[in-house]
């Protein structure tokens, strides 16, 4: 669609006044050019502005201005150049502190004594070598973390997927005894310290949650379950009292409680013959604190809406698990406001994100301002 045409029908479906739409048309066109148009999902012919016409023609015409003022001042966008940026400050920001930590506090030093120091200088490789990093998706960008830090950290540091068979985990334990023996390092050739990587986690319950069985016993799922299944194969590929870092691009104040509390319960109440980590640290790149959320309270007219147009069809076991049934406001309850460039977390309002039809009673058929692929099933 043109975008004039787009704009003209925008406008009167919101029923601007001539001066409100020169305003808001000035607004939009900057905003789908630096964001919104480079969303993953959008098509050709369909890009921001299309989409947000047939967003917003699903709510009657006085909610209109309630949703239109959700995505004026209250939506957060991610691009890939950010999502970029995140992955750039990982090693500066998250990994080299805490190597130069490691090795401080083992000499008794200061941190910036480290590089006055040859001895300490030869430690800090032999630290840094001793770290893998594991991606949990390709969102993680660990192509891209890999390109920034040539010359800091090699290709066999830093692969994609956590459940590596035997054969993988045995080539990177040979790689790491190459490396080591030619730094002439004492060390055991095993891995000090484990990242696993992502992009997002809005509630955590995908890396770490409990469930019942059919039996009524509580068991642990999630990928750090499939992960250490996977360590347990392998052989001498980590030092005993290793490290498990646990890293996000982007992460809620709820997420990191969560992990915190139940890594920990997961730890205490999973079977001895699991590989399990001496100490565990969750870090991130960029940190979405309790505020960002929408509340009933901050939010009360975009709220009311997620309670109005809402179809429980959206509804899936894998939704289930969030412990919350209304996705109004997203899985888990958390309410964000947020849209990633090449997705939409299901933590976000259902609005943003849900397709449905409306079948069945009471159900309102919902249109996506930013559709979202799902990545289970029924």
Not at 90 to 103: A, D, F, G, I
Not at 237 to 253: A, G, K, R, Y
Not at 294 to 314: C, E, M, Q, V, W
Not at 344 to 361: C, D, F, H, I, Q
Request: proline residues 3%.
């Amino acid at each position: 669609m043109n975008e004039t045409i787009a704009l003209r029908m925008l406008g009167k479906v919101m029923q601007w006044e001539l001066e409100k739409a020169q305003e808001e048309f000035q607004w939009l066109r900057l905003i789908s050019a630096v964001k919104y148009d480079s969303y993953r999902d959008f098509l050709a012919g369909m890009r921001f502005l299309e989409s947000l016409l047939g967003w917003l023609l699903q709510f009657d015409p006085q909610d209109r201005p309630a949703a239109y003022a959700f995505v004026r001042h209250r939506l957060a966008f991610i691009s890939a150049v950010e999502r970029e940026r995140l992955v750039e400050i990982m090693y500066p920001q998250t990994v080299l502190p805490r190597l130069l930590k490691s090795v401080a506090d083992d000499r008794g030093i200061s941190s910036w004594q480290v590089y006055t120091d040859g001895s300490a200088r030869h430690q800090l490789d032999v630290a840094r070598r001793r770290t893998l990093f594991l991606g949990l998706s390709d969102g993680a960008r660990l192509d891209s973390f890999r390109h920034v830090n040539v010359g800091r950290i090699s290709n066999e540091q830093v692969v994609v997927g956590i459940q590596l068979d035997t054969e993988k985990w045995e080539d990177l334990r040979k790689e790491l005894a190459k490396d080591l023996g030619e730094l002439k390092a004492q060390q055991d050739p095993t891995f000090d310290t484990i990242y696993l990587v992502d992009d997002f986690a809005g509630s955590g319950t995908s890396f770490i949650r409990p469930e019942v069985d059919e039996h009524g016993k509580r068991m642990w799922k999630g990928k750090l379950m499939r992960f250490l299944r996977s360590l347990k194969n392998a052989k001498n590929v980590h030092s005993e009292h290793w490290t498990l870092v646990i890293h996000h691009l982007i992460i809620t104040d709820k997420a990191i409680d969560h992990l915190n509390d139940a890594v920990r319960k997961a730890k205490d109440e999973s079977p001895n013959d699991l590989p399990w980590f001496k100490n565990v640290e969750v870090t991130y790149s960029y940190q979405l604190t309790n505020g960002f959320a929408l509340t009933p309270a901050g939010d009360p007219d975009f709220y009311a809406l997620t309670k109005k147009y809402y179809d429980a069809n959206i509804q899936t076991r894998s939704t289930d698990k969030g412990g919350v049934k209304h996705l109004g406001m997203g899985y888990a309850g958390c309410a964000l406001p947020l849209v990633l460039d090449h997705n939409t977390p299901n933590n976000s309002v259902a609005l943003l994100w849900a397709r449905s039809e409306g079948k069945g009673e009471q159900a309102h058929a919902m249109r996506p301002l930013f559709y979202r692929r799902n990545r289970h099933s029924k």
